[in-house]
């Protein structure tokens, strides 16, 4: 696990954001959930850095590549009729298909805005939103609400990691952590 992070690192810097966009792409169809996206994402941000116009192509691959991810399983569930319980390459357990299944029940349509803004949740409610009465194009809708609030607390986190750094290292350039 701790070479995936340095080997995507080298692939975007290689292809550039469309190996970020696949990587979300899979983390929204579930089947990416192993992937640390999260830590993937704010590395490629520092890398990029905080120039609006270096992270916003980062930002818009991953919540394109969420959006079409979450689509595509919305998609395959409810015209194909997949389960997705059924395949290895997908983590999901009975009991967070009845978590998602219940959250659904209770907050409808906002909730899957909801949990795709939070880290750990993203992309479970696409399951019963997709055996609900809910257009693909409201779900594609709220997942992207999600996805873009998310992407933003990831850019704020980026951001503020350089900002970090940089006060860090003009601190000790200044000798304020020099020892007496």
Known sequence: MDALIPAALDLVNTYGVVVLLFVFVLEGALVGKLIPTRTLFVAVVLAAGSDAFAFLPVAAAAIVGATIGQCVLF???RHYGLD???LDIVPVSDDRLNGANRWFDRWG????AVTNALPGTRGWLALPTATSSVSTTRFAAASLVGSVTYTGALV???VGI??????????EANGLFAVA
């Open 75 to 77: 998609v395959s569930v």
């Open 162 to 171: 350089e900002r970090a750094v940089r006060f860090l290292a003009g601190v």
């Open 156 to 158: 704020a986190v980026a």
């Open 109 to 112: 349509l906002p909730a899957v």
């Open 84 to 86: 997705p319980t059924e």
